[in-house]
Nanobody
Framework: QVQLVESGGGSVQPGGSLRLSCAAS????????MGWYRQTPGKEREWVAG???????NYADSVKGRFTISRDNAKNTMYLRMNSLNPGDTAAYYC??????????????WGKGTLVTVSS
């Protein structure tokens, strides 16, 4: 059974920080590049950051230098440290696998997401 459970969202002021967590089941976490995605009402879900099983990372230009993705393979958990948050980061954040895993499997198994609101 696939499980993706996001947590750690909340309301912060501009310039603030949050750390999101993603608890994932073995079937989707082990051996797969994982990613964080976000979505705002009326817009398509967008990719934010990704991390390979070996710890290689990649980021969308909009978050590069502010967000840090990490994973703990022993705990099937992934994190997203978000610094210098701005109102444009307001969204529901989701975790899932990437690439062919997402297209063939993860696309049908999104979690409920965690809401991040950045406002003064």
């Amino acid at each position: 059974q696939v499980q993706l459970v996001e947590s750690g969202g909340g309301s912060v002021q501009p310039g603030g920080s949050l750390r999101l967590s993603c608890a994932a089941s073995d079937s989707i976490f082990n051996g797969n590049t994982m990613g964080w995605y976000r979505q705002t009402p009326g817009k398509e879900r967008e990719w934010v950051a990704g991390i390979t099983t070996g710890g290689g990372t990649n980021y969308a230009d909009s978050v590069k230098g502010r967000f840090t993705i990490s994973r703990d393979n022993a705990k099937n958990t992934m994190y997203l440290r978000m610094n210098s948050l701005n109102p444009g980061d307001t969204a529901a954040y989701y975790c899932n696998c990437m690439h062919s895993c997402l297209r063939n499997y993860g696309m049908n198994h999104w979690g409920k997401g965690t809401l991040v609101t950045v406002s003064s």
